[in-house]
């Protein structure tokens, strides 16, 4: 398969994997936003995918991806996925699908490839904390609106991610390495010996991803102490077995809670082990 069949493949592998507590996945849905959602999203993101395959800039690429992952009704279902996966997909195409390659490719990026980070939002709903009150112009929220601040600033798309990069797993990922992406790929590969699909692959090391550190959209949404304790939860059913997991998904859609930016890792991963060839289907 080529980069972008992979990354839509991963998208569609992620969404499959089941329990993913607090997520859409083959088994849960939520209220306005559906697993049919998702996988229409996966498909709609084509164009995109493939145009960061081919060497469009990055910026453009991520636009085009969310673009066409908002055509369906559920809204947003894999913004961060994308912005996680289109500069991964440039460096493997580039044939450099490491943590130094990726970084290559988003250190390179443009005032360009802000401004059109920066319109990718006004196609979908994405949640984000208020900037900070020095940034105010800067706010996301804003879309296109707020390009004229970007280049009088010359900022670049990597400058615009750092500016929040404590705050958000994505932004953290861009600015260090891809690190958990690269943690989650290698923890696929350590489980494609298990006989067990890669769904279930992909579930196991988003579970693990939710473990090891707080999911910072649910700390924007309910505070850290809710992230955090989602984390020791996820631990504690990670220990408990199968039917302790069963009940903390079901316990975290039943309470709103969704730790989204760990799927779009969990995503991610999965990407690059397909790419890498650690696993197939």
Known sequence: MTPAENAQLALLLEVSGT????????????PDL???HFLA?????GPGLRAAEGGAPVGEAFEQAVAGMSQQEGGNTQFGALLLLVPLVRAAADGDLSPEGATRVVENTTVADAADFYRAFDHADVFVSDPPEDAEAL?????ADAIPAVEERDLTL???LALGDD???????WTGGFERTFWAADRVADLAALDT?????GAQVYLELLARE???LVAKRHGRKVAESVRVRAQEALEGGPEVIEAFADSLVEDGVNPGTTADIAAAGLFVALARGEVSV
């Open 19 to 30: 329990p993913k507590p607090g997520n859409v996945d083959r088994e849960r849905d939520f």
């Open 34 to 36: 559906r697993f049919e």
């Open 41 to 45: 999203g996966a498909v709609g993101a």
């Open 139 to 143: 706010d996301v929220r804003r879309g």
């Open 158 to 160: 990597y400058d615009v």
């Open 167 to 173: 705050a958000d797993d994505v932004a953290a990922e």
């Open 197 to 201: 699909p890669v769904t279930a692959k």
């Open 214 to 216: 707080p999911d910072t």
